[in-house]
């Protein structure tokens, strides 16, 4: 398939977004450590809310010990509106471990990436791909859904498997440099074309060849986990928790003054247990804070 490999790179090269991570300079001043940053930041947040967030941190800890040497409540602080906030505590876990392990240096290895905290397939391969120029398949929701469409004609990908990184495998080009471009040209194409409920297909540089676009975009159902809605989930309940915690720090907040009009008390009450076995809170007596 060397022509879905050849269109996508072009494509790539000239529509790919500016975004901080893909810069130059970026690289310079911040190395791995900022790309690691970045990845674990986008997890499950939008670009857009990422980047200010990114820079701010970046300029607070610029490296892995910076990182390291801060406080568990300064982490949770500056995570601020995020969400997801335990990849705060996996990043500064990650960060302790790059420091101690790896002299500070953040490292190149998939196997060495994926032994820290917080790291999975996807981050450490993005590691190794991005930050150091590795030939390595980098397989995220969108390249997912991109695999899933233009190769085997489905509206929506299946759960996600061992076979998703062997078939981009079977695709990155022998070029080193060339892969790296495939890797980030799918990644690319799925978040900014070949959209979940949207695809702009008659703009896509594969849809000569799309197997899902050439059958007539069939419904071929969509076996993705649902995620409950947010409004009165324990989600909401725990953000928060977190957010109150926030604005009082450093000092407690006594435990009665906690969401107090929370429609669902033992919700309310769930969410702060959880919150605390997570690491994200404290508990000391009546009142609860940020961890220290």
Known sequence: MPDIVSRLSDWYRDAARDLPWRRAAFHDEFGAWGVLVSEFMLQQTPVSRVIPHLEAWLARWPTPEAMAAASTADVVQQWANLGYPRRALWLHRAAVEITERHDGIVPRDVDALLALSGIGDYTARAVAVFSYGDRHPVVDTNTRRVLARAIDGRAHPAPPSRRDLALMESLLPASVPESVVFNAAAMELGAT????????????????????????????????????????????????????????????????????????????????????ADGLAEADGEALSLPR
């Open 193 to 276: 074309v070949c959209t979940a409920r949207a695809p702009r297909c008659e703009q896509c540089p594969l849809s000569a060849s799309c197997a899902w676009l050439v059958a007539g975009r069939p419904d071929t159902g969509d076996d993705r986990r649902r995620q409950a809605s947010y409004e009165g989930s324990d989600r909401q309940a725990r953000g928060l928790v977190l957010r109150l915690l926030r604005q009082a720090a450093p000092d407690p907040v006594p435990l009665v003054a906690v969401l107090p009009d929370w429609p669902d008390s033992p919700q309310r009450d769930r969410a702060i247990d959880s919150l605390i």
